[in-house]
């Protein structure tokens, strides 16, 4: 939780929870879907889950 904290929380002002609760989900979708993580061998992790789902699954 870290990261959600220092890249998106401490950074905003919000008005509201539920503005809060949007922004943070907005923030969670690109961290997984988005942002490349060095120890994922600069995968996201949709592609590290998702891909090694895929490996699983045609084995």
């Known amino acids: 939780w870290r990261t959600v904290k220092y890249e998106e929380v401490y950074l905003r002002a ?7 609760r949007a922004s943070i989900a907005k923030y969670l ?10 120890s994922l061998d600069g995968r996201t992790p949709d592609e590290a889950y998702f891909g090694t789902q895929a490996m699983v699954m045609a084995a």
């Open 14 to 20: 919000y008005d509201s929870v539920s503005e809060a």
């Open 29 to 38: 979708a690109f961290y997984n879907q988005g942002r490349p993580h060095s």
